[in-house]
């Protein structure tokens, strides 16, 4: 009998090592395709680089000539990265809605956090009304991007401060729900009293771009993302314990509510800083967690590296498609995701429809 349970043992952790081999195998494959839509991405603009350009560029910058250093570094690289950090920061932003509300369909754009961004957007491009006015030294640019992440921590904050101490996960959705509609009417009111010029700079942010991303506004959100991962990574094991459990993962010593609460707290930085740069993006935060899902599973300690991964992906490719669809013109970020996204998430549900049935 000890031997029939030494080799069940055995086998088990066989199993299990050969598991954490093949995803992190995946991991690797998923970051170098990403590294890939990257360079790609940097390549393909109004004139086309070699990829022999792109890697001296980026490793041996002295062996290009000047033109081409202004070119991948003032240019392309900062609207690259934003990318990068939009695709990173929406996609885990989602993963955690998902995972703390146990809602598969939990993302910024649904939850009313985009939708609030937006109208704290609008209200600095309308009518240069910011939280922040006061301060001199702050440009246009500024005022809208300090304007559109306030309003996206609102959200969050009214939603949990509605909730009240119990915070029912249906209570939550249904109050982002009710919050995204309340802050797209508020964004209707504010279009309808703009001018033609402010109306069409509204319309403009609201369909994203990364264009407007600056190497500040980069290094902002690359430190942000930064929190957010040393934060998310050492609390994987509280995260699959909540996904797994639910509010029954109290039994293994995890504060539910207080990990909720910073989670979802941790989400609306995320979506609100990458927000405020590019505008309304869709779909990143909901396809990204579902294809991480479809390939590593429940467990986060894959799954947010996966996400990540898929996350970058999904927005360089994106960035990619918008750059060649009409040679010459960069077509609007928020345009290509929704584009691209919507099609794939339909297959994706699709195939949860047949799985359940089987």
Not at 36 to 53: K, R
Not at 158 to 165: Q, Y
């Amino acid at each position: 009998m000890a031997s029939f349970v030494t080799q069940t043992r055995a086998g088990q952790a066989e199993r299990y090592s050969a598991s954490v081999g093949r995803r992190t195998l995946l991991l690797v494959l998923l970051i170098a395709l990403a590294f890939a839509a990257l360079i790609a991405d940097i390549m393909v603009g109004s004139g086309t680089l070699s990829l022999s350009e792109v890697l001296n560029g980026l490793f041996r910058p002295d062996e290009v000539s000047a033109s081409t250093r202004v070119i991948i570094w003032q240019l392309r690289m900062p609207m690259t990265l934003m990318a990068v950090l939009t695709g990173m920061g929406l996609a885990l932003a989602g993963l955690l809605m998902q995972t703390v509300l146990n809602n598969p369909l939990a993302e910024p754009l649904t939850l009313g956090v985009s939708s609030a961004a937006g109208f704290g957007a609008s209200l600095a491009l309308a009518f240069n009304a910011s939280v922040l006015s006061a301060l001199p030294f702050l440009n246009q640019s500024l005022l809208v991007a300090t304007n559109a992440f306030f309003f996206s921590l609102l959200t969050v904050g009214l939603i949990l401060m509605l909730a009240g101490r119990r915070m029912g996960l249906q209570t939550i959705t249904l109050l982002g729900i009710a919050l995204h509609f309340v802050f797209s009417a508020l964004l209707g009111l504010v279009q309808y009293l703009a001018s033609a010029d402010q109306l069409q700079s509204m319309v403009f942010w609201q369909m994203g771009s990364l264009m407007r991303a600056s190497w500040t506004q980069i290094q902002l959100c690359a430190a942000v993302m930064v929190v957010a991962l040393v934060l998310v990574f050492t609390r994987t094991w509280a995260l699959t314990a909540l996904r797994s459990f639910g509010d029954e993962a109290a039994v293994f010593g995890l504060n539910v509510r207080r990990l909720r609460i910073l989670m979802l707290a941790l989400a609306a930085v995320l979506a609100g800083a990458v927000t405020s740069v590019v505008g309304i993006i869709g779909f990143v935060g909901l396809v990204a967690p579902h294809v991480a899902r479809m390939l590593v599973g429940e467990d986060q300690r894959f799954m947010v590296g996966v996400t990540l991964a898929c996350g970058v992906i999904f927005m360089t490719l994106a960035s990619l498609a918008s750059k060649l669809i009409i040679p010459g013109v960069a077509l609007p970020i928020g345009m290509m995701t929704s584009l691209i996204g919507l099609p794939f998430f339909i297959v994706l549900i699709m195939r949860d429809q047949r799985l359940s049935v089987r």
